[in-house]
């Protein structure tokens, strides 16, 4: 994984912020700023789910933050985790992300393998590691974990273990709103198998009614709790800004960052935002790629709506990176390609671009106040 301790190090800019805003007394403290804030505070003191309004507040932000906009199982871990081994909120929370990171690449890897054999599995798990994104893999934040469960999910459906695929899906759905995309692959995947007749009708239909429990469940009742079944939209939309605008906010950013207009969208953060168009069009230039594979629905039907979730909603662009960390399937053209070169060449190739990545990771993300 990228390394940020040295970069942040020499920028310093961390030791004037707000320890919950990205800054911290050290290098390492960053990682649990923003949403490892809150993750900790829900770890430490659960929920108490609410829509306070902000006195006099008029704008895009108009309700104050409230936990209840983090799903409950990676800071479930983090307690669990911190009550075991004796570590604090913050060592816990990073002991989870690591491992968590450890079985998604591996889970990258077996998905990769299928296609492209162990050295195409090598080199989609190298992508994963050093995706621009990447630096919240080894942070406290639930990225590692939800990339760990959908990767695996869609490795029991396309293995043909539906119990597997519906308790993880559930598992997904309670750790980040777009397991809505896995549970959509899942439910294509299963009315597949239904037709076909090749599982049987009772095991893919049991995992179509598990997988989207977990998700429903959670909206169902933070919603119960704030007096309002769409409270956890509300949330999101009155104290974050985040809302699903069918790709507006995406399209003004691809429209002006191109030709140096910054101040013509919501939340810009120049260097941050030119990486991010970069890793939209890569995007959108693997998905034929990926689709021309011809792989299994499972794999096209989660990529395709986790890629329109993420760029069709209103959210800081610079985070697009890594919104887009799920998407693992996009790298099985380029893992299918890389597994040509000498296993040396392919570890030059990897190394170079963890280090690019981790520039981005220690710098845009953090430096940059870019939660």
């Given at each position: ?78 307690r669990m985790t911190s009550a075991v081994t004796g570590l ?176 013509d969208y919501l939340f810009a953060y120049p260097y941050a ?99």
């Amino acid at each position: 994984m990228p390394r940020r301790g040295d970069l942040l190090s020499a920028a310093g800019d961390y030791r004037g912020k707000d320890p919950r805003f990205g800054g911290g007394a050290h290098a390492w403290d960053v990682l649990a700023t923003w949403d490892g804030w809150w993750y900790q505070q829900i770890a430490l003191h659960g929920y108490d789910p609410k829509l306070v309004p902000v006195p006099g507040a008029t704008g895009m932000i108009t309700l104050e933050g409230n936990s209840a906009a983090f799903f409950p199982l990676y800071p479930a871990l983090i307690r669990m985790t911190s009550a075991v081994t004796g570590l604090g909120s913050y060592g816990a929370g990073l002991l989870v992300s690591i491992l968590a990171s450890f079985a998604a690449a591996l889970g990258v890897y077996a998905v990769a393998e299928r296609f492209g054999g162990r050295r195409a599995g090598f080199a989609a798990a190298g992508l994963w590691a050093v995706w621009p994104g990447s630096g919240v893999e080894w942070a406290v934040y639930s990225d590692s974990l939800y990339v760990a469960l959908a990767v695996w999910a869609c490795y029991a459906v396309l293995t043909h273990r539906w119990l597997a695929a519906g308790v993880l899906t559930f598992a997904a759905g309670l750790n980040r709103p777009t397991a809505a995309a896995l549970i959509a692959a899942l439910a294509v995947a299963a009315l597949l198998a239904v037709r076909r007749g090749e599982d049987g009708v009772g095991r893919p239909l049991f995992a179509l009614a598990l997988a989207p429990l977990g998700l429903l469940g959670y909206l169902l009742w933070v919603g119960d709790r704030m007096g309002d079944l769409g409270g956890y939209f509300k949330l999101q939309s009155g104290a974050w800004a985040h809302r699903f605008d069918y790709g507006s906010q995406t399209l003004d950013v691809l429209r002006s960052v191109p030709v140096g207009r910054f101040g013509d969208y919501l939340f810009a953060y120049p260097y941050a935002d030119m990486i991010g168009v970069g890793v939209v069009l890569l995007a959108c230039t693997l998905l034929p790629l990926l689709i021309r594979l011809r792989p299994p629905a499972v794999l096209v039907v989660y990529t395709v709506l986790t890629l329109a979730l993420v760029l069709g909603s209103q959210q800081i662009f610079a985070n697009v990176s890594r919104y887009l960390l799920p998407c693992f399937p996009l790298f099985l053209p380029l893992a299918a390609a890389l597994r040509r070169l000498s296993l040396p060449m392919l570890c030059t190739v990897l190394g170079v671009a963890a280090l690019a990545s981790g520039s981005y990771a220690g710098y845009a993300l953090f430096e940059l106040g870019v939660p």
